[in-house]
């Protein structure tokens, strides 16, 4: 199966603004796809495609595509299904759904972060058309230098304090917005090995501690440190969630499943293990990409 022509949705989002220039550096001829609505800027020399984004107008756009990625947010996940609908009545051979940071197919995760049954539905709805279209999902923890910089993963750079959920020495698995670009071209070149297959990467697994004494290392500066309970975290994402704040608590509900002492990011021991040496990605370090990302901090500050 020979991929070249790719369309990528939900471009504009925090990942697909992340991963773009990375698709752009390869041998692919990349379409951006966005809403007829939308004012989104994109890197020049990307060729940006305008859809009203029902099925007729989907499907026209991907007739010459070889490949779908989704990059579509969680908030607007319900339009998936049309984008699937549309690349089977176009006949593209691959589509990567949106899935990314967790495993939606792990009954644990999902009682953890309920939300992920959307992600669940529309990659058993993609099972169910085999013989029509085949898919990749592609898993990667949570995106490891934006995670940063958002204080995501429970560190802020600009006070240099660090908060420890359930003591900080969870593991988990990550990846940084590079890894995943370069991990979407290679499932895309490896279209036969990694044909409807979860397929796990990463840039390294690691646990909050570790990230703590090369963030202190690397600033050689003592950071300030606040401890939390998963627990704590997930029962005020509930509450927040109810008062109609859904991104905030959604994401400290994220943020709980993560980095909680359960573990349920750590891919160390996935069926299949981690595709990184079939798919030639480099295996990444802690204390070097710190460093990187301190230095981009710097420049902004």
């Given amino acids: 199966m020979s991929i070249k022509n790719i369309a990528i949705v939900g471009a504009s989002g925090n990942l697909g603004t992340l991963v773009l ?34 099925l ?15 990059m579509l947010p969680i908030t607007a996940l ?18 990567i759904p949106s899935e990314y940071g967790s495993d939606s197919t792990s009954e644990a995760m999902i009682t953890a972060v309920p939300f992920f049954e959307g992600k669940k539905k529309h990659l058993d709805y993609l099972k169910s ?22 204080g995501f993963i429970g560190f802020d750079l600009s006070t240099k304090t660090a908060t420890l ?30 044909a409807n297959k979860l397929v796990f990467v990463e840039s390294f ?25 998963s627990e704590d975290i997930r029962a005020e994402a509930f509450k927040e969630m109810g008062k109609g704040n859904i991104l905030g608590g959604g994401a400290s509900l994220i943020t709980a499943a993560v980095l909680g002492k359960d573990a349920l990011e750590d891919h160390s021991n996935v069926e299949g293990g981690i595709w990184n040496d079939r798919l030639g990605l480099p295996k990444e370090s802690v204390e070097e990409e710190i460093k990187r990302i301190l230095e981009i901090a710097a420049t902004k500050n």
């Fill in 21 to 54: 220039p990375q698709l752009l550096k390869s041998d692919l001829n990349v379409t951006a796809v966005t809403r007829e609505t939308s004012s989104a800027k994109f890197p020049t020399g990307t060729k940006v495609a305008k859809s009203d984004f029902s």
């Fill in 56 to 70: 007729n107008s989907l499907t026209e756009v991907f007739r010459s595509q070889d490949a779908v990625i989704s």
């Fill in 78 to 95: 319900g339009d998936q299904g049309t984008v699937i609908d549309a690349a089977i009545a176009a006949g593209v051979k691959r589509f």
């Fill in 129 to 150: 058309k085999k013989g029509y279209i085949t898919w990749t999902a592609l898993i990667t923890g949570p995106f490891f230098d934006w995670g940063l910089f958002a």
């Fill in 165 to 194: 959920v359930d003591r900080g020495e969870t593991p988990f698995t990550t990846s940084n917005a590079a890894q995943i670009g370069r991990a979407l071209i290679a499932v895309l070149s490896h279209a036969a090995e990694t």
């Fill in 205 to 229: 697994t690691t646990t909050q501690i570790e990230i703590l004494a090369a963030l202190e290392k690397a600033t050689g500066e003592k950071w300030k440190v606040v401890h939390k309970k």
